[in-house]
């Protein structure tokens, strides 16, 4: 029987270590492996006695060879290929060196009791991540001294073979020592059931459940991820089974005569039967709560269910759970406050706003007070920019507070407190406008849109910072517009208590002059024109605007008529535009504005009403009349919180005419950029985000990157096509499929059938891999693929864990994957349910009608 040495027996030298005399220091000379699974002997939880083959060892082998790995930064890849060669040869042409032959053997009696006992070698690498252990498999079932030192032998040259030192030098991180390689020694005990379990749910990231699969035989059906497991999902503190699947399972792993692991048929009265019972369950997750408590972090555990209970093979400690998550559908559209958050963001755009949306509205909320923003706090849902549902909650309460405060305090403290507010958060903004105005004149006077990269990447670095001070200047003025308001309305509000009917006082903030009335004003004497001339009114009646615009600029009336619109809007501006640079602004080209022109003369619509100015004086008016000429310091403080609140509210409806001052000037710029990129047009830069232009800007370009970069582009276009077809309440025909949840996530792409290795080479920038089992030597495709669908393996298999380490949705244990799509299917896949829709194509390619 298999125990832990005493003391007076443990071998002192490095060369090995016993498990349940590691410490965190001998990471270096054991791996993590070997690690968690001592300081899981520490927590008392079930793990088998076991030693550990030191790297100090392997070194020490190493050395007797003649080969030395101290520097291994000086070797290439061809000659490490060459030295991985050398050292598998010498593995089995030299002796060992005696001093290690001899702590090992030591180690193996103390553990074997010398008794006739199988053995499990286990490598363990002393890397964070997992994966690259996962992929250095076990040897099982070694039974005696002479094979166990021919499977040590075949574990030290294995880590040397051309696939795993090609993968090893795909991670830099696995390269900096080549001679890190140590092996965890472990009785070998066949199990009847095996499997994992990890401490929350990775469909929707909840520590309040925990997911364990498992199936009848060794571990490599669920770990390796080549059966669909029964998946059961416990809930930690109703201790109780919310949800389970039970998976029709036909084989089993088991051993081999020699040896290896075969596959077999399964009993066909096991074959629908759980491979766990509830008391199972509750034993197993009792175990996996002491794990979480001694790491204080969520786990991931193997283990193997035997004739006398549970055993843990493998432990894993995991990062730390996010914060909680809302959910994508929670979110709030920003185009409900702001019509220029109307269009679809590309790549490009939304990457140069959104740093510049947090900065703003981080800066606004320390200037107001506000504390515990989400991160991030803007989102883009179907290429829609959405916000976090608390940050209006936050602002909203922050106003609130204000009023309250300012109601607990005499009325002329109260006063002169919203004055010096008002009077310093009006001097704040304005000077934020001015800076942002300079910024913006003395582009367009230096124009460095001419310039080499480097002069385009410093203007570019400059543009973000004025837009930046116009982002913060205008979320400040939407705060101050709204709170001025009700404001002024309470201050108002106990004159006319007394009567019966009292005056709306929103009229107060309508119709004020400026860009926006002026704007107004200009759209409705083009329509009059329109009307009045039959010929123009015959082409706003065409369909299309790209139709209308294409016949302004041949008819005989269109170019007069398309250069007085420019003239008209020159000085004012025009203010329903939007904030990304793909689409042309009314600067670029006039497609906006003839669309609202085509709208007003359909609908018979004004755009600006005279009423409304004649109104607000006349409530002006009626207000002063009632406060009374004898209470002049209530008109001084009414006239002057009215004027610094309308100021607010015609600098917010003024907000489209600065932004419709930046994107033209990023439009510009972008084209200037993409003279030295290697697109195949303009207007593909577009679908590049800027730290990707920054660096194809700085490192060369061969051949391969260039058609890298050509595939990155299609799909992304592809996407956004297809993305904005789905994104919309159409009921378009699909098929609908239910799998398991692997890795929360949603994603929209398309299918890419891959059964082999030679399908990888199909494999497009963005597509999503489906296969029948995924193998670990295909994990650098995943750095291509837009997500994951899996037909066998469950949420705790290999592939499932590589899809978490690249964020990558994942939906696994999906049956006839590969026969139900085809490639070229348009999934949506949700990797939090499992569930995914399939498209055809031809369904949802349609292109926006202009992008520019």
Same mark, same amino acid.
């Given at each position: ?435 942002? =105005?300079?910024?913006? #004149? +003395?582009? @367009?006077? %230096? ?9 385009? /990447?410093? *203007? &570019? ?80 009646? =065409?369909?299309?605007? #790209? +139709?209308? @615009?294409? %016949? ?9 008529? /398309?250069? *007085? &619109? ?85 600098? +917010? ?200």
């Amino acid at each position: 029987m298999a125990r832990n040495p005493s003391a007076d027996e443990i071998s002192k030298g490095s060369n090995v270590i016993w498990l349940s005399d590691a410490t965190p220091h001998d990471l270096p000379l054991i791996g993590l492996k070997a690690l968690n699974l001592g300081i899981a002997q520490r927590l008392k939880l079930p793990i088998p006695p076991a030693f550990c083959i030191t790297t100090q060892a392997y070194r020490r082998c190493l050395e007797s060879f003649g080969i030395s790995l101290e520097e291994p930064h000086n070797l290439g890849f061809q000659e490490t290929l060459q030295m991985g060669r050398l050292i598998q040869h010498s593995f089995f042409k030299y002796p060992l060196p005696v001093d290690v032959l001899s702590d090992i053997r030591n180690a193996h009696r103390q553990l074997t009791q010398q008794q006739e006992m199988a053995l499990v070698l286990r490598p363990s690498v002393p890397y964070a991540s997992p994966l690259f252990s996962r992929r250095l498999r076990p040897l099982l079932n070694i039974r005696g001294m002479i094979e166990f030192e021919k499977a040590l032998k075949v574990c030290w040259a294995y880590i040397w073979l051309d696939e795993v030192v090609a993968y090893r030098f795909s991670q830099p991180q696995l390269i900096k020592r080549l001679d890190d390689l140590a092996i965890v020694v472990q009785p070998f005990v066949k199990p009847r059931a095996s499997g994992s379990l990890i401490s929350f749910n990775p469909g929707n990231n909840s520590d309040q459940e925990m997911v364990v699969e498992s199936a009848w035989g060794l571990n490599e059906a669920v770990s390796r991820g080549l059966l669909v497991p029964d998946q059961f999902v416990w809930q930690r503190f109703l201790k109780k089974v919310s949800r389970q699947q039970i998976a029709t399972k036909t084989t089993f792993f088991e051993l081999a005569e020699d040896g290896s692991v075969k596959q077999s048929a399964l009993d066909a009265r096991l074959q629908k039967h759980p491979s766990l019972n509830e008391a199972d369950l509750q034993a197993l997750s009792d175990l996996a709560e002491k794990a979480v408590a001694g790491y204080q972090r969520p786990v991931s555990l193997e283990w193997i269910k035997t004739e006398k209970g549970f055993q843990f093979i493998q432990v894993h400690a995991l990062p730390p759970l996010p914060a909680a998550v809302v959910q994508e559908s929670e979110w709030e559209r920003l185009d409900t406050l702001a019509p220029y958050f109307q269009q679809p963001f590309s790549p490009l755009g939304w990457s140069f706003l959104h740093p510049l949306l947090e900065q703003a509205l981080q800066a606004v909320a320390e200037y107001l007070g506000i504390t515990g923003l989400p991160s991030p706090a803007f989102r883009l849902v179907n290429y829609m920019v959405h916000w976090h549902p608390s940050v209006p909650k936050l602002f909203q309460q922050a106003l609130a507070a204000f009023q309250t405060h300012q109601q607990e305090m005499p009325a002329w403290r109260s006063q002169i407190e919203v004055l010096k507010t008002l009077f310093k958060a009006q001097g704040y903004w304005q000077g934020l406008y001015q800076d942002y =105005l300079a910024a913006i #004149s +003395a582009f @367009w006077a %230096q124009d460095p849109a001419t310039g080499e990269p480097e002069t385009l /990447l410093e *203007a &570019l670095s400059h543009l973000s910072d004025a837009v930046a001070l116009f982002l913060e200047a205008a979320l400040l003025v939407r705060c101050l517009s709204d709170s001025s308001q009700n404001l002024i309305s309470g201050l108002i509000q106990p004159y006319f208590q007394a009567q019966e009917n009292p005056p709306v006082f929103d009229i107060l903030f309508k119709g004020l002059p400026g860009r926006k009335a002026q704007a107004d004003q200009i759209m409705d004497q083009t329509v009059e024109k329109i009307r009045s001339e039959p010929r123009l009114l015959s082409l706003f009646k =065409l369909q299309t605007t #790209s +139709a209308l @615009w294409e %016949q302004l600029q041949t008819q005989e009336v269109g170019p007069g008529f /398309l250069a *007085a &619109l420019k003239d008209d809007f020159g000085a004012s501006g025009y203010f329903r535009t939007g904030l990304d640079p793909l689409y042309p602004s009314w600067v670029d080209a006039p497609h906006p504005i003839l669309q609202e022109l085509q709208q007003a003369i359909q609908h018979q619509r004004v755009f600006w009403d005279d009423r409304i100015p004649v109104q607000r004086e006349e409530l002006t008016q009626q207000i002063f009349q009632t406060v009374g000429p004898w209470r002049l310091p209530d008109i001084v403080l009414l006239r002057v919180i009215l004027h610094l609140g309308q100021a607010c509210v015609q600098t +917010a409806d003024e907000e489209a005419f600065y932004c419709s001052m930046f994107v033209p000037v990023l439009r510009r710029m972008m084209g200037a950029i993409s003279r030295f990129l290697p697109l195949e047009s303009k207007a593909d830069i577009f679908y590049l985000e800027l730290t990707e232009i920054r660096h194809l800007l700085q490192a060369p370009m061969n051949a391969f990157k260039i058609k890298e970069l050509k595939e990155l582009i299609q799909a992304r276009k592809y996407e956004r096509k297809i993305g904005n077809r789905l994104g919309g309440k159409q009921k378009l025909e699909s098929v609908e499929l239910q799998g398991l949840p692997g890795n929360a996530g949603q994603y929209l792409g398309k299918a890419r059938i891959v059964l082999r290795s030679d399908d990888l080479k199909e494999l497009r920038q963005g597509e999503i891999l489906v296969t029948d089992y995924f193998e670990p030597a295909w994990e650098l495709a995943l750095t291509k693929a837009g997500g994951l669908v899996l037909e066998l393996g469950g949420a705790l298999s290999h592939g499932a864990e590589l899809a978490r380490q690249y964020k990558l949705p994942a939906v696994v244990g999906l049956a006839q994957a590969t026969q139900q799509l085809k490639n070229g299917y348009v999934l949506r896949l949700d990797g939090g349910t499992g569930q995914i829709s399939a498209y055809q194509a031809t369904a949802l390619e349609k292109q926006e009608e202009f992008v520019g």
